[in-house]
Every structure is written in C-alpha cells, then in structure tokens.
C-alpha cells in the first residue's frame, strides 16, 4: 500500500512541521491568555535569517540555523518587553488589532531587505537526497523534519514536567496570580517563555521551508493554520498540539491524495467539528 | 463603554435626532465627493460598499461584542448570490440587492447557530473557519462561480429601468451613496431600538440579561443574521457595481481589513465604521499609488498607534482633545 504509507509519511512530517510552529503559540496563548497572531511572523524572520546566512553570507545549514534561532529569541525577548507587556493588558480584540500590526511590520521589514520573492534555504546536499528505508524511499529531509519534531516533543516533555522551570511555567498557566503570590516571577517566566516559543517557530519556519516556502506573507498565508492547530488542540497544550498537528497534517495530506477536489474543506470542517464538541480543543481545560 | 450608553439612552420616538446634524453632514460629504473627485469615482465607489461591510462589522462587534474574523463570509455570500442572480435569472438591480442580503442573512443565521455558542479565540477560529470553507467552494465549483477567475458576464440592467449603469461610474457611485444612506439609517433606528439596546446590554454583561429574561442566544442569532443582511447588500452592490465577483470577496484579508477599520474608526457607534472606513481606505489609495511595497508599514504603524494611544478609535480623538484642553493650565 504505497499510497497509504505516502500519506502517512507526508501527513506526519507536515503535522511535524505545523507542530513544531504552534506549539510556542499554544503555551504563550495559554500561559498568557492573549491572541497572538503575529507568532507566524517568527517563523518567517527565522527563515529570511536562515536564507540570508545560507545564501548570501554562505554560512552552513546548522550554523545558520542555530544562528537564525538564537537571533529570532533575542528579537523576540525585546519584543515581550517592549510592545507584549502592554497587550497582556489588552482586550482580546486590541490583542488581535496591535499582534496583526506588529505582524505587518515584520512583513514589511522582511519585504524591504529580501523582496517579496520566495526566500530559498540552502540545504546540505545529505538532506536533498533521498534515503532508502527498506521498504520504501522518501527524502531525508522529510526523515528529518519527523526526527527533529519527535526530538522537539521530547525536550519539551521534559523541560515541562521534569525541570524546576516546568513546574513554574505551570504554575502560572494554571493561575498566574497564585503563581505569582506564590514567589515565582512570572516576568521572567513570561518573558523566556515567549522567546523560548518564537525559537520554536523559527526552527520550525526553517525546516518546514520545502513544504511551507517562506516569504515575505508567510505569516498572513500560515496565520490561520497555526491557529487552528491551537484552537483544535487546546491552548497550553502541548500534548494537545502535537496530536492535533499530527491529525490535522494527516487529514489535509489525505484530502489533498484523495479528494483533490475538495482542497482545505475537510481540514476546516474537521476544526469546526471539534471546536462545536469540545469548545476549549481536544485537550483544553474546561 | 458606558459613557456609551449613557450618550445613547433610548429616545422616545422612532429616529433618534441628537446627531442629526453630523448625519446631514456627512451625507453632504457624500455628495461633495462626487463632484471633488470626479476621476476617482471608481475608488470612492468603493469606500462606500465597505463602509457598509464595516457598519454590518460594527452591528456584530461593536454593539453585540462577537468578536469575528470571518466577516467576509456574509458579505462575499451577497456578492456571489447577486453575482449568480444576475447572470442566471435577472439583472435588475434592486432585486439583485435583496437576493443578496437573504444570502447574507441565510448564511449568517445557518452559520450563527455554530458560532453564537462558543466564545472568545474558538470563535474567532469557527468564524475564520466558515469563510476558508465558503471561500474553498467558491474556488472549486469552478463551473458555477468561475473559480480563481472570479465570477464574469455580470451586466446589470438600469435601476428603475432608467438609470443606465455607465464607464465612469457615476450612476454606481449615486446608487452605492444611495443604499448606504438607507443602511445607515435603518441601522440607526435599530441601534436605538430596545432590540438594539438588548445587544449592547449582551455585550455588557450577558448573565445579567439572562437573569432579567434575555433569551440571550437567540439575541444574538438575530443580531448575526440582521448583521448578514446588510453584509450580504454591501456583497450585492459591489458585484452589480464592479460587475466581477473574485475570490477575494470571502477572504481572509477582507475580514481582517474591516475588523482594522472598524478598530481605526472606533467601535460601537456606526460613526466610527464610516470613519475609520474613508481613513483606512484613502491612507490605503494613497500609499499604494505612490509606494506600493511599503504600505505595510504604514498601517502595521498606524494600527499599533491606534491600539496603543487611541484605544477608542480615530472617534475618541474630539473627546481626547477636549480633555487635553481643560486640564492645561
């Protein structure tokens, strides 16, 4: 069943990807109870970053990507301290106004510097080949995207539930002020947990390059389906989001095997069926 | 908000008349534009099919306090419903006017069921969700709405039978300025209504209205479904008006530009959509004809001021000054 396992492997690495951008949207959004919809715009500064050192400056594809990463959090960090402190306060319809703002600005500057054509990554030629897994050939890069989401799920799993880090993050995501009152400083949690989740859409903007291409309207094109992920899951969740970016992948690949027809409808009617059962996602608190 | 209320108190009689002179006004700005600007009627047109977009937007979001992301939903609906009325059965107009606000009000009450339940982000995303999936039909039932070509071969016939639509548009500008006026104020009168006092009393607090009676969902359903109305007219001008229905009528960026112009303006008193509408969409026409790549730029700024400075909208700013000036020493 060649077809089958094609999807499956398509599905899962493109859930992979979606997982890995989404997931530091859904702890922000459920530690910090905002709308954010300027987190695809990480994802896109990460691999405008990931072009301009692989190609322009001639760097290799893990400098480059580490590099990419590192400078997206430092971006990030600033921007919590500037312009995110005072959205927390918002209501969520200022939230969604000045996010989409700061979203066109990210456009807008990526736009300035790289154009708006598509910004290729190179990648090692290791990863542009195809590999042989006994039963079937895929491209090592699909192998790697799968790789790196297990691995990303896995450090987070532990960062979570087995660091003294985890055990205040969620703290606060259960109830900011007890943390707080707790003696937790909730700042910096705050703080590195959304620079931590713009790192992850910039790892993830980047080696999702080949399914999702980055340019300079990645943000405005990707926005809706990072928050579906998120809605579907169940904010500050990230086990939600994995099984939901998972599903998801996988429902949109197959619709778009077998019933090309009918393009992105199954993936919305598929949101909009577990949203109207399950208001808060499939594993959001209630 | 509830100085709001406090400055809308429900008046005795139908029409409320304390702004009667700023409504004059700017129906007389409508008609001054006309014949200020008679090379961009085309554009002007414009503005005033999504003025009417935005007032519907204020009707849900600022009266009501849906929080939607999906409003081209209902009016892309008017626009293909219109669109396909006039192509397949008749040309008339007016006719074609009120195929699109039923289309408009069908889709917003079947939708509405769905949506009015959930509240806050799962909202907004059933909301995004219906207009992706409308739009996806749209884009595959290629035979029927002409897929990413957009829908073409709309010709409309004259209004009355008398008012030929022309090249330069002039009959559509009339004709646009002239339903505008008549939404404008229908909307008015059911904003002041106790209909209309019930959904700010909703968005206000809606445990409050359900303990004094309020069926509150159905409220809201009825809001929607008024609102998808006039969503669905403003559909139906623009496909008469432009004789082209594109894809981008159900789009993301639709629903998202009319929620920064009703934010712009100011939520919640119909005034704000107008304003905010002509502001977005003249600082749009103007950056876009003379830097068309940065323009993003220019609205990213002008939001995050808005939202920063002017929580209120461009509407807030006579009060601001004014409290500016009394405490200067």
């Known amino acids: ?286 | 908000m509830d100085t709001a209320i406090r400055q809308n108190r429900p008046r005795h009689g139908l029409l409320t008349f304390r702004r009667l002179y700023l409504d004059l006004a700017l129906i007389g700005a409508g008609i001054a534009a006309f014949f200020l600007f008679p090379d961009s009627l085309g554009f002007l047109t414009r503005v005033l099919i999504m003025i009417i977009m935005v007032l519907s937007l204020d009707l849900v979001l600022g009266y009501a306090g849906i929080a939607t992301l999906g409003h081209a939903a209902l009016f892309g609906s008017g626009a293909y419903a219109a669109g396909l009325f006039a192509v397949n059965f008749s040309a008339d107009p007016l006719l074609g006017l009120a195929v699109g606000a039923v289309a408009g009000a069908v889709i917003a009450f079947v939708s509405g069921l769905i949506l009015l339940r959930a509240q806050s982000l799962t909202l907004l995303m059933l909301s995004i969700a219906v207009a992706q999936i409308l739009q996806e039909i749209a884009s595959k039932e290629r035979a029927i709405t002409g897929g990413s070509d957009g829908l073409l071969g709309i010709s409309m016939e004259p209004i009355f039978g008398i008012y030929a639509f022309d090249f330069v548009g002039q009959t559509g500008y009339w004709y646009a300025l002239t339903v505008l006026t008549a939404v404008f104020v229908l909307l008015k009168i059911i904003v002041a209504s106790p209909f209309g006092l019930a959904a700010r009393g909703i968005h206000e607090s809606a445990e409050r209205m359900r303990a004094i009676g309020t069926p509150v969902y159905w409220r809201l359903v009825a809001i929607y479904t008024l609102a998808g109305g006039v969503a669905g007219i403003g559909g139906a001008l623009s496909a008469q008006v432009t004789e082209l229905v594109s894809l981008d009528a159900l789009g993301f960026s639709l629903s998202a530009e009319a929620l920064i112009m009703l934010i712009l303006g100011g939520l919640g008193r119909l005034y704000g959509a107008i304003f905010g509408t002509v502001i977005f969409m003249t600082i749009h026409h103007l950056a876009a004809s003379v830097d068309p790549f940065n323009w993003l730029f220019v609205i990213g700024a002008l939001v995050l001021i808005v939202v920063y400075f002017l929580p209120e909208g461009f509407i807030g700013l006579p009060a601001r000054a004014r409290k500016l000036m009394r405490w200067s020493p």
């Not at chain 1, 600033?78 to 979203?103: C, D, H, N």
């Not at chain 1, 939901?244 to 992948?249: C, H, K, V």
């Open chain 1, 1 to 286: 069943m060649p077809a089958i396992s094609g999807i499956l492997i398509d599905g899962v690495s493109y859930g992979m990807i979606l997982f890995m951008i989404s997931v530091g949207l859904s702890v922000t959004m459920g530690l910090m109870r905002i709308i954010n919809l300027a987190h695809g715009g990480f994802a896109l500064l990460g691999g405008a970053a990931a072009h301009w050192l692989t190609t322009i400056a001639g760097f290799g594809f893990v400098i480059s990507t580490i590099l990419a990463v590192a400078s997206v959090m430092i971006i990030a960090m600033v921007l919590e301290r500037s312009l995110y402190t005072r959205i927390y306060r918002f209501t969520e319809l200022q939230q969604v106004l000045a996010t989409i703002g700061i979203t066109f600005l990210m456009i807008a500057s990526v736009n300035l510097l790289l154009g708006s054509t598509i910004l290729p990554i190179r990648v090692p030629e290791l990863l542009s080949r195809p590999i042989d897994l006994g039963f079937r050939t895929l491209p090592t890069h699909r192998l790697m995207v799968v790789i790196a989401g297990l691995l990303t799920a896995a450090a987070l799993y532990y960062l979570l539930e087995r660091t003294w880090f985890g055990v205040r993050l969620r703290a606060a995501v259960d109830n900011r002020n007890m943390a707080a009152s707790l003696g937790i400083n909730t700042v910096k949690i705050y703080a590195i947990t959304f620079s931590l989740g713009a790192g992850l859409a910039a790892f993830g903007g980047i080696l999702g390059a080949e399914l999702l291409p980055i340019d300079a309207y990645y943000p405005l094109r990707y926005m809706v389906l990072f928050l579906v992920v998120v809605a579907v899951g169940g904010m500050g969740s990230i086990a939600g989001s994995f099984f939901a970016a998972i599903a998801l992948g996988i429902i949109d690949t197959a619709a778009r095997y077998i019933v090309p027809e009918y393009g992105t409808i199954f993936f919305f009617v598929a949101m909009m069926l577990v949203l109207t059962l399950r208001p808060n996602g499939m594993l959001g608190r209630t």
